[in-house]
T-cell receptor
C-alpha cells in the first residue's frame, strides 16, 4: 500500500518565480492538506482540499493556491516567490473532508528560494 | 495558536521508557489528542491518538488524565531511532492540525 508521495523532493528557484508542488494521497484517501515548515519551526497549515474544492485556509497570502484533481491528487502553487518561502512543504492525506480522521504525511518537498 | 504545551527537550537512556508529557487544559469534550513525531527533515509520522481512554498500539501508549487536561506519550523501550521531535496536537474541528514547538527527545546509549 503506497503511502503519501510528493514530488519533487528538492527544488531551487529564484525570487519572483513560480513553483508547483505535487502530492498523491494514500490509497483510499480523498482529502489533502498542505503545510509549510520553516527551519526550526513546527508545520503551519496552508489549506485543505476535499471534493476538488478548498475547504479551509490558514493565514497564507493569495500567492499560495492549490488544486485537487478527480483522482484526489493535489498541487500547491506559489507565485512571486520570496526568500521567506524557503521551507519544507508537506502534504498530508486523510478521508472524509472535515471529519475527524488521522492525517498521514508525505516526505515533503524542500524548496530553496535564492 | 496551538492548544498544547510541551517541554522543549528531554533525554532518555536507550532501553528505558520515555514518558513525554503534554498539557492541553483548554481541550473541548469532543476534541482528540494526537501525537506525531518528526525525524530530522522527514515528514511527520503518526503515532497514536485518543479521546479519553488510554490507548496502546505497536508504537506507543497514550495516557490521558481523567479531566483530559493533560496526557503522556509512553515509548516503552526507547531506541536510538526514537530520537525525534514529538508533537502533541489537539485535533480541531475542520481538520487542520496546529503544531506547537514539540519536544525534542534525545535517546542516548
Amino acid at each position: 500500500d503506497a503511502g503519501v508521495t510528493q514530488s519533487p523532493t528538492h527544488l531551487i528557484k529564484t525570487r519572483g518565480q513560480q513553483v508547483t508542488l505535487r502530492c498523491s494521497p494514500k490509497s483510499g484517501h480523498d482529502t489533502v492538506s498542505w503545510y509549510q515548515q520553516a527551519l526550526g519551526q513546527g508545520p503551519q497549515f496552508i489549506f485543505q482540499y476535499y471534493e476538488e474544492e478548498e475547504r479551509q485556509r490558514g493565514n497564507f497570502p493569495d500567492r499560495f493556491s492549490g488544486h485537487q484533481f478527480p483522482n484526489y491528487s493535489s498541487e500547491l502553487n506559489v507565485n512571486a516567490l520570496l526568500l521567506g518561502d524557503s521551507a519544507l512543504y508537506l502534504c498530508a492525506s486523510s478521508s472524509g473532508g472535515l471529519r475527524q480522521e488521522t492525517q498521514y504525511f508525505g516526505p515533503g518537498t524542500r524548496l530553496l528560494v535564492l | 495558536d496551538a492548544k498544547t504545551t510541551q517541554p522543549p527537550s528531554m533525554d532518555c537512556a536507550e532501553g528505558r521508557a520515555a514518558n513525554l508529557p503534554c498539557n492541553h487544559s483548554t481541550i473541548s469534550g469532543n476534541e482528540y489528542v494526537y501525537w506525531y513525531r518528526q525525524i530530522h527533515s522527514q515528514g511527520p509520522q503518526y503515532i497514536i491518538h485518543g479521546l479519553k481512554n488510554n490507548e496502546t498500539n505497536e508504537m506507543a501508549s497514550l495516557i490521558i488524565t481523567e479531566d483530559r487536561k493533560s496526557s503522556t506519550l509512553i515509548l516503552p523501550h526507547a531506541t536510538l531511532r526514537d530520537t525525534a521531535v514529538y508533537y502533541c496536537i489537539v485535533w480541531e474541528k475542520g481538520g487542520k492540525l496546529i503544531f506547537g514547538q514539540g519536544t525534542e527527545l534525545s535517546v542516548k546509549p
